[in-house]
C-alpha cells in the first residue's frame, strides 16, 4: 500500500480535546515512520490549563527528537471546542471527546450539547456526541477523523439520530 502521508507538503492535524497531548505526540511518531517531510500544522485545544501546559511539554520534547524538514507550526491552547473556538478545518483528526452521560452533565454541557445536535438530539445523548459530530463537520475534504466514543452510542435510542447524522456527514468506516 501506498503511504499517504508521504508526500504531502502540508498537513494539518487537530486534537480538539487534547489532554495532555497523547494522541499528537502519536502522530508526530507516526509520521515520522511514514515518511512525511512536509510543513506540519498541530492543533491542540483543552478546557484544563493544566492539561495543555503537559501537552506542551509533551509536543515539545517530541519536538526535539524529530520534526519534518519542513518544519512544524504549534497550536497548543486553552479553549473549548463546542464554543467560540469550534474545531479548526483539519485533514487529520483525533480525540479523546469527554464522556458525560445525560445524568452527569451540568446545564452548559447540555446546552452545548443540543445546540451542536440539532435535529439529531433526542432525549438523553453523551456529551461526547457533539464533539464527533464537530470534528466531522471540521474536516477538510479526504480528512480523516480518529475518535473513541462510549461503545453504548452504537445501541442506545438517544443516539440514533446522532447515527443517522454520523452517516449522511461522513464516510464511516
Not at 519536538?63 to 518544519?71: A, C, F, K, T
Amino acid at each position: 500500500l501506498k503511504n499517504p502521508v508521504d508526500k504531502r507538503q502540508h498537513l494539518t492535524i487537530c486534537d480538539p480535546t487534547c489532554g495532555s497531548g497523547a494522541f499528537l505526540h502519536e502522530a508526530l511518531r507516526a509520521l515520522r515512520r511514514a515518511g512525511f517531510n512536509g510543513r506540519l500544522h498541530l492543533i491542540g485545544y483543552d478546557v484544563s490549563p493544566a492539561a495543555i501546559a503537559m501537552a506542551r511539554f509533551a509536543i515539545a520534547t517530541a519536538r526535539r527528537d524529530w520534526e519534518p524538514s519542513g518544519g512544524i507550526d504549534i497550536d497548543l491552547r486553552i479553549e473549548d471546542s463546542l464554543g467560540d473556538a469550534g474545531i479548526p478545518p483539519a485533514d487529520i483528526i483525533v480525540m479523546n471527546p469527554p464522556f458525560i452521560g445525560f445524568a452527569g452533565q451540568n446545564s452548559h454541557q447540555r446546552q452545548q450539547m443540543i445546540d451542536t445536535l440539532g435535529p439529531a438530539s433526542a432525549g438523553r445523548g453523551d456529551y461526547s456526541m457533539a464533539f464527533v459530530l464537530r470534528a466531522l463537520e471540521a474536516l477538510r475534504p479526504e480528512g480523516v477523523l480518529g475518535t473513541l466514543f462510549p461503545a453504548s452510542l452504537l445501541s442506545l435510542k438517544a443516539a440514533e439520530r446522532w447515527r443517522a447524522r454520523l452517516l449522511e456527514t461522513g464516510d464511516l468506516r
